[in-house]
């Protein structure tokens, strides 16, 4: 706990304690939140890339879903209040991926899309059935060993042409699929 002063009506000074942890929500106080706020989020798309910096392979988890389906997925989750967006890229990858993804940032960390989940899919086609999120996609090439945890079941590196085939697009949901496309054409690999 940390300390902190601030003046009470009677121009003396009071203590206060004020939790300095990193920024989690009890679980009361996250629902009330997204019933309320849009929620900052980051979508990472892993990448492999060859030596010249050119994607050969995406990354996408599968997943089993709250509604007991299996969707193909990518990185995504909250960022913490007062956490640096860089920091929550690589917490959610390695959290996601295990210690050894190995992911690489730049100096200068750039969203290729911003996008907009809304618990009505008819708003943008991106789609999240608990709130509202505003999500920054990245690119992120992972240099490391990349191995499925926290829940997932698989992590498949696929080609951009497996990725951006109907069959594999098909089996994402929430609109997921969309963000893979636009990496794709982000990196200038649309087929």
Known sequence: ML????????????NIDVDARAGWL???DLESARERLPILYVDAVPVMVNSVGAVTHIGLLLRAMPDGSISRAIVSGRVQYGERIRDAIVRHLEKDLGNLALPRLGASIQPFAINEYFPDATVTGFHDPRQHAVALAFVVPCDGECVPSQGALEFTWLTPEECASEAVRAEMTGGQDRVVMAALAHVGLLP
């Open 3 to 14: 300390a902190c002063r601030r003046a009470n009506g009677h121009n003396g000074l009071v």
């Open 26 to 28: 009890s679980r009361e």
